[in-house]
């Protein structure tokens, strides 16, 4: 029923950009608080981005000032613009969408991930 689906990933040079999307399917989402998870091998999962109800956003200070989230309700989609890319920034990154409209808790629905590799 509910489906979550990334796009975008794949092998970026350190210095380029790319967009992550997520694509919503089931469920319309845009009352909901909606985020951007990563982990890196050996790390524990973590909060990129996110981005409530309302459009609020928030983000995790090692990509701050590089990083855009955003939302097209209409398409069901959201988004996350990276750009300055790091080898740090290498990991698997994971839609997610909350129950509520805020960002509170652990997400209630979560996609399958996509990969961002950069290289030096």
């Known amino acids: 029923q509910v489906q979550l689906v990334e796009s975008g990933g794949g092998l970026v040079q350190a210095g380029g950009s790319l967009r992550l999307s997520c694509a919503a399917s089931?469920?319309?989402?845009?009352?909901?608080?909606m985020g951007w998870y990563r982990q890196a091998p050996g790390k524990q999962r973590e909060l990129v981005a996110a981005?409530?109800?309302?459009?609020?956003?928030r983000y995790a200070d090692s990509v701050k000032g590089r990083s855009t989230i955003s939302r097209d309700n209409a398409k069901n989609t959201m988004y996350l613009r990276m750009s300055s890319l790091k080898p740090e920034d290498t990991a698997v990154y994971y839609c997610?969408?909350?129950?509520?409209?805020?960002?509170?808790?652990?997400?209630?629905?979560w996609g399958r991930g996509t990969q961002v590799t950069v290289s030096s």
């Open positions: 981005i409530t109800g309302g459009g609020s956003t």
């Open positions: 089931g469920s319309s989402f845009s009352r909901n608080a």
């Open positions: 997610a969408a909350y129950l509520s409209t805020v960002i509170v808790g652990t997400p209630a629905y």
